[in-house]
């Protein structure tokens, strides 16, 4: 098969001899399908049918395109078979030689996986045939052998390339003989016919050309990945020669034959040396320097405290497990439970062992607070963490040490049943911590101060807030003055627009600081109620029941213990989930900015109440959920409503993008900005229901953009966009597709 025009001849030469093996290998099996497929029609699974025939290609398109079966409750390869039910044996066996083509150059598709698919489409059959000698030896190709490794992106768009590649036989099939013949063996000719039919699935386009024209074009299957890598190396070949995929594939390949003239062996683009002369890479991931709260644990010195003794009095805490070494020296959870399971013999999972081993290593922190414990029912002592952690291999037993300022030592009787594993991070239980650090505290003349952080807060600032938040300066400033004049604002906004991260972040820009005590959070929901909030009675172990006070009422008695110029901010999340009258009780008069120091009777308790004039409250509101209420009259003359739009335009935004350097990237922000256009432009939804930035703008650490922007679209947009347009499937799936193309 004659591959190349006449005037590439040359380049195509240049680029040979740097095409790995195992590549051309693939190639060469399936050459015989694309003769036919070309060609004759005829099928190589059974030479006696026509199976490449255009009524054959749209039956198949058909089943598939306009019977989508859209939804998560069957995978993709039991949706194909429901497709496929009745079909004529030529648009099964056109269904089968293209899934096999589709895997054919999967790297990572193991072989069992590459034979199950086949087998699957041909079991639709009657009289199933044998698979072909040479078809069977190109399923059992090793995982890793050539060819492109697929991301989630590739294996999930199963339907998607076989009603590409049904359109396109469809397409050939209706070229003249001569037009087919000329265009046959000449890969930019087929590359353009290929083309016409439209750039909505260009992976399978790249993996289909990279089969039939090995010499040519590269075994990559993303465009993304391709223009990345020319953008790296276009000064090689003095620059693009175009933006359209044909120019992208020819400039490829000569940059290729550029590359060939410098090495003698064999290369992909992906090789080390290869790589690093285009791909930079991207910037470090900023870690968020939040301080650390102080973290409150349960410890038990020995079993029954057998070393407590020891332990206080040489200012200790100190783990057993002896027969595993140092523990700085593990990575990870599992590399503790191998050690511990073979010095053990053990074949459980030694999970709570492992837990403990790790948070005592990794986990606990100096100026942490541990409590030890004697069984389940007494406590022994209460202590500050004061060093790291520490091996020492001299000490005959409980080799994996702490030091420890026991602050207080003696017997003390445990509220209730403590936890019987040998260490537990109690901290998420504030109302237990409370009764513990009232219990040591009771003993002592003054009452015990606890140091909420274990470092000093670090400071936020105004620029801070802008450079994290995608937010305008000039809004910036508005919501901030709205929010110290009203003392109680909603950050009102659709999806994905940062309305819990602002308010976080707007809180410590006024306080000037991360000062985590002086911020709190909450989240309403159907069920949240008064007594959930602020007070009320709930039941005990003894079966009574007693007055507990809620996060609100604690978090204003702390406010108001401080100096009444440093600001709180209490925040919360979902707030028109709730019943805001059921909730607020009395404080839906308390909580206006005037009426700040005024006091009402509480309704549970002979107590006068007052909201202090330094709380100030931040609650978030989806616009897009149609199953809220609005919230009523009374609530919104208390608040001040600040609307957050997508922020791709602010200047934040557009400095992230720019530093991420992918293509795939900006091409989603373009279908992005496109769609909230046309949501915002819709009667039915309007710009409450925009899709907002947050969906794109924090991917994993050292993940592919491919991997990353595939999960958003599928796991995330769609599903969206189907509830959106609910009623409307057709615009849902044309969104989908333009969503799915951007990132193919």
Known sequence: ???????????????????????????????????????????VIDPAVNVWTATAAEDLRRRI???????????????????????????????????????????????ATRRQHLTRVL?????????????????DRPTGDGGFASNQGFNGRLWLHLIWAATFVREWRGLSDGERSAAKDHPWQVQRIML?????????????????????????????????????????????????AQSLDRDLLAIRASLAAETSEPFHFWTPNVRGMWDTAKPPKVVDDEPRPRHHWLYS???????????????????????????????????????LAAASGSTSSLKNDVLCLWQFQNEIAVGDVVYAKRGRRELVGRGEVISAARFEPERGKFRHVRSVNWTHVGSWEHPGDAAVKTLTDITSYPDYVG?????????????????????PPPPYSREAFLDEVYLAEEAYERLRGLLLRKKNVILAGPPGVGKTFAARRLAFSIMGAKDLPRVQMVQFHQSYSYEDFMMGYRPTESGGFTLTEGPFYRFCEEARKDDVHRPYFFIIDEINRGNISKILGELLMLIEADKRGQELRLLYKNEKFSVPPNVHIIGMMNTADRSLAVLDYALRRRFGFFHMAPGFDSNGFTSWQQSMQSPALDALIGVFLDLNRAIT???????????????????????LADEWLYSVVEDELVPLLDEYWFDEPDVARQWATRLRGAIA
Not at 209 to 231: G, H
Not at 304 to 332: C, K, N, R, V
Not at 685 to 701: I, K, R
């Open 681 to 703: 432009a819709d009667p039915a939804l309007g710009p409450g229901f925009a899709v907002g930035h947050s969906y794109l703008s924090a991917p994993p650490d050292d993940d």
């Open 301 to 339: 010195p020995g079993a029954q405290a057998s070393e407590w003794g020891t332990f206080h009095a040489e200012g200790i805490m100190a783990l057993g497990w002896d027969g595993i070494g140092d523990l700085a020296g593990y990575p990870d959870r599992e590399s503790i439970r191998v050690d």
């Open 1 to 43: 098969m004659a591959k190349t025009l006449p005037h590439d001849a040359d380049t195509v030469a240049l680029a040979l001899p740097s095409r790995p093996e195992a590549d051309m290998a693939i190639a060469r099996q399936v050459a015989q399908i694309f003769d036919h497929m070309l060609g004759d029609g005829r099928s």
């Open 435 to 455: 009764n513990l650090e009232y219990l040591f505290a009771s003993e002592e003349d003054d009452e015990h101060e606890e140091v909420e952080l274990v470092t």
């Open 65 to 111: 395109e306009d019977n989508p079966l859209i939804g998560t409750e069957a995978g993709q390869w039991d949706k194909l078979e429901i497709q496929l039910a009745g079909a004529s044996r030529d648009v099964v066996l056109m269904a089968a030689e293209l899934v096999f083509l589709r895997e054919q150059p999967v790297s990572n598709a193991s072989p």
């Open 123 to 139: 079991r639709l059959v009657e009289q199933v045939p044998d698979i072909p000698e040479w078809m069977n030896d190109a399923l």
């Open 196 to 244: 016409d039919i439209g750039d909505g699935t260009p992976d399978m386009r790249n993996a289909m050309l990279f089969l039939a024209f090995p010499d040519v074009f590269e075994p990559i299957s993303s465009v993304n990945m391709k223009t990345q890598i020319r953008s790296g190396l276009a000064d090689r070949i003095g620059g693009i020669s175009g933006v359209d």
